[in-house]
């Protein structure tokens, strides 16, 4: 008792406070109603899986990210290190931010909560959105994407090829005799013939430096990067070097180094000013904080509004693909007002203008005579938003984009470096028009370095933050998670870097910039990884899903066709009871498997006898019965699945939204749980240039006529150009 007395005096002086399942959350809420208390747990408080057991590679399997990776017959791989995990403290972070700026309004806390499940699988490729939409999902192994690995004389190189540089990418890889084999000269073609041409590129390259094919790629502007390792990162990456991007801290073993950070404001830079505490280092000093507004906040509470924590913000998103977009659908779920911004020469890459048509992309397969408005793509990720086409090439474009530029809170862009400011609409140009703006720009390499003009998209991007060398199958290439898993990351980054500014404002009513290069931010998600690596001096191969702390720790076959159950045994109590469950209690006492050293050395010799008995029974069947007996195992879910999911289901995960041309389908929405100001995904993706006009003239504050002027001069459209 007098330790909880202890707490609940500490929670008086608290402005957030980070909980578990067996907290009172009730208690500590009444102990200090200004306080945001924080939940965050594996399945959440209730539903099905809420004694479920997790781990890194339970939370992939799940999400559908795991089904994505590895070759078509063999295992699907889990990834790398505890990815899943870091992105849900990021999650959390600006939730927890979310619900503090809100405070300032409300006068109120409130708690808030976050599954790592659920955060995991709101980061999934959009496969559930195109299941959703068409009732087909790709089979394993057989992505039609335009990206390859391939092995140099001192290590790999990826490269993805769009259409554009098709020519540029023959020149560079010095294959110029392919550009017009009708094997490769169209894209379709190219798509179909895609081992061969990676076969043809790896024979001409094998003997090149990586850094020298690197450099001739891009040179080309083609998105590419090598698969560096941790230690490469550390100290053979002049990229990194240049933009002084490692720290050290003092530690008792003396100074260790550190990432740096997540992204860069110009006002209110980060500062690391001591390494982790040690046990109870700081018990006896006292806590000061917030026990007066406690008191002020249960005599003055007001009804919390329902419109979402940032409602009266309003954003420009001037972004395209995934991790921008995603930056404006968390700022707009959580109440801001975005404007999505394209233009008839420039529409967003996901809507799939002018690409190759693959019809789980659209409703019932079909692409109808508007398919920019019906793909999945786009659709997935640009929820709440408001859409405006406008040409800001053209000077009455620019000048209108000004004028509602003076009206908002926030620009986020994730163009290459230098591309905002060339465009009239960097930081230096705005701030005259608007004092208080925040800018943010989340290029893939950053502002500055020898990389800095790099093209990058998800997959090259995970390959230079030192993921892929990590992923893999033994003494196989480099290998990339799902399709793009940067770019979810990079879209959460973006956000608690704006969460972030936005809190600084809301104290001293300045704006800033921000810096954010989505490589660097990438890297905190196996920060471990990279300084463990760094201290040891070499650097982790790929293993498959072995792990560490686990053995076994892998996926095997399940009944039905390219059906997965991932199975993780922890501790020799764990094994034994394993062996019962499968009937081979003989198999617990066998010397080679009773010990957990023993068992982790041995581990390839038990993938038979395991698949023997997975192979009788369906995935979902032999997670649940494992669970049921405290064994982390999952179903590696396919995109269908997650759909069907009975966790997922019991969280409200799905939404149903009608969009005006793709019809009603259901979307998977956000994780971030906020009791007091909740968010919400209750508006379906803009189509093209849908609102132009209102918000030229109700915003940017354009008469009727100066709007229908834009229209009649092509500044502003419905339709992207052919």
Known sequence: EQGRMALLELARAADVIVVGLDADREALCQANPACVIALVSDFGDDGPYRRWRGSE?????????????????????????????????????????????????????????????????????PATVEYAYSGMQEARGENRRPFMVVKCRDGWVSIWVHPYVWAAFCKATDVPELEADPRFAKVKERLDHWAELTARVQEQVRDLPGDELLDRLLKERIAAAKAYTATQLWD????????????????????????????????????????????????????????????????NARPPGARGPLAGLRVLDLTTAWAGPMTGRILAFLGAQVIKVESASSPDIWRMHNTVYQPRRYPDGQPGERPFNRCASFNSTNHNKLGLSLDIKHPKGLAAMHRLAATVDVV??????????????????????????????????????????????????????????MIGYPDGAPTTTGQFYPDPMGGYN????????????????????IEMSQVEASMQFI??????????????????????????????AASGDDQWVAIAI??????????????????AEDPRFASFDARWRHQDLLREPISQWTRRSAKAEIANTL????????????????????????????????????????????????????????????????????????LAGLTAGEADELAAAGVTSEVPDM
């Not at 230098?418 to 943010?440: C, F, H, Q, W």
């Not at 809301?506 to 704006?511: D, F």
């Open 570 to 587: 922890g501790s020799d109590d764990e094994w034994r009871r394993f062996c019962g469950i499968m009937g081979h209690p003989a198999l």
């Open 494 to 513: 973006g956000a608690a870097a704006v969460m972030t500014a936005l809190m600084h404002r809301q104290t001293t009513g300045e704006g800033q910039y």
């Open 412 to 469: 986020i862009c994730n163009f290459t470096a230098g591309t905002l400011s060339r465009m009239g609409l960097g930081y230096e140009a705005l701030k005259p028009l608007n004092d208080d703006i925040i800018v943010l720009e989340m290029p893939g390499f950053g502002n500055t370095g020898s990389l800095a003009k790099a093209a990058a998209n998800g997959t090259t991007m995970e390959m230079a933050a030192g993921m892929c060398a």
């Open 57 to 125: 590679m339970i939370f992939q399997a799940l999400s559908g990210m795991m089904h994505e990776n590895g070759t078509a017959g063999r295992e699907p791989l889990y990834g790398v290190g505890h990815r899943a995990q870091y992105a849900a403290g990021v999650g959390a972070y600006l939730t927890v931010l979310a619900a503090l700026y809100a405070r300032k309004t409300t006068g109120q806390g409130q708690q808030v909560a976050l599954d790592v499940a659920m955060n995991t699988a709101s980061m999934a490729p």
């Open 527 to 556: 920060g471990e990884e990279l300084l463990h690596a760094i201290a040891a001096g070499h650097d982790p191969q790929p293993q498959g899903n072995r792990v560490r702390w686990a053995a076994p720790h892998d996926a095997y």
């Open 236 to 299: 053979g990456t002049p990229h990194l070097l240049e933009r002084n991007y490692w720290q050290t801290v003092r530690t008792p073993s003396g100074r260790r180094p550190v990432l740096g950070a997540q992204f860069r404001l110009s006002r209110t830079p980060s500062e690391v000013r001591q390494g982790a505490p040690r046990l109870g280092e700081h018990d006896a000093q006292a806590v000061a904080g917030n026990a007066a507004m406690a008191d002020a906040a249960a005599a």
């Open 627 to 698: 669970q049921s007996a405290g064994i982390r195992a999952a179903p590696v879910n396919r995109p269908s699945d997650v759909i069907e999911s009975p966790y997922l289901a019991a969280r409200q995960a799905f939404v149903t939204l009608a969009h005006p041309e793709a019809g009603t389908h259901s979307y998977m929405t956000l994780p971030f749980r906020l009791s007091g100001t909740p968010g919400s995904q209750h508006r379906a993706s803009p189509c093209f240039g849908a609102d132009s006009r209102s918000v030229l003239i109700e």
